[in-house]
């Protein structure tokens, strides 16, 4: 199986499923000497880790990460970084009656159609817990750019219309948006690695992600050009823009202004509702879903979209870093 790996030099290559043992990520490309900590790491899993509202799952994850290699006395070392999150509290048996079963929006039928069989325990490697140990590696690459502000939030739906839906056992979608401040202008490399390129794709790797637009984005569409061009100033010595429909991305480089960007969720698939599908036989069936699971997967998405930016962010600072040292 691949495609479990991301990055061009910070590159992290995650690993695990939902109810397996456990879950982690191996990080190569960090430099030598910087200074991390299980703690640091654990701050950012918090963030994520299921069961901390009466709106997300009920599975109850204390998510503890345990750093294996790569960090010797509170220092990276500069070889890889392996972190790994044991899983406590797998359900399997919620899954055992529909093992044979293609749960709708899920990838049970895509995953056994390329791999010729599937891990039926909560999704396996589709499984939304799979973005501990990216959540993870971002705690170590927002200290390479300390400077660069990452900050996500839920604008679409309410805690109120959450709630709503929950009650009458369904799920809803939701729209996140992401700010990246302090980057600096040159991050990007087009034609076929834009810095919103590979955006895009960072965050469509997230599961249940069917959308993504930076800046103005689809509005643009209808948009003038004398509407939708950022005129150009100098203030205070800095060239910046008078507004930023670009989202900070000018040619797939950053232009030095806050990058913006915004990524659409589809709702939950898991529902305890009941669904028409089919058997591994193709034989017609019914469903319905149980477990534990979020009505909103956007709502605990916020870190994820924070730590697929910070990922990008970094491994371009590196990039652009190796640029300038050969110029």
Known sequence: MSGNSFGKIFKITTWGESHGSAIGVVIDGCPAGLQITEKEIQKELDRRKPGQSKLTTERKEADKVEILSGVFEGKTT???ISLIVRNKNQRSKDYEKIKNLYRPGHADFTYEAKYGLRDYRGGGRASARETIGRVAACSIAKKLIPKVKITAKLI???????????????SIGGII???IKNAPAGLGSPVFDKLDARLAQAMLSIPGVKGFEVGSGFKSAHMMGSVNNDEFISKKGKIVTVTNNAGGILGGISNGMDIV?????KPTSSITKKQNTVDSKGKNKTIEVKGRHDPCIALRAVPIVEAM????????????KVLSCKS
């Open 156 to 170: 679409e739906p309410s805690l109120k219309e959450i709630e709503a839906i929950k009650k009458q056992n369904d």
């Open 309 to 320: 930016a910070a990922l990008v962010l970094v491994d371009e600072y590196l990039i652009q």
């Open 261 to 265: 960007f915004r990524v659409a969720f």
């Open 177 to 179: 948006e992401c700010t």
């Open 78 to 80: 500069g070889t890889p």
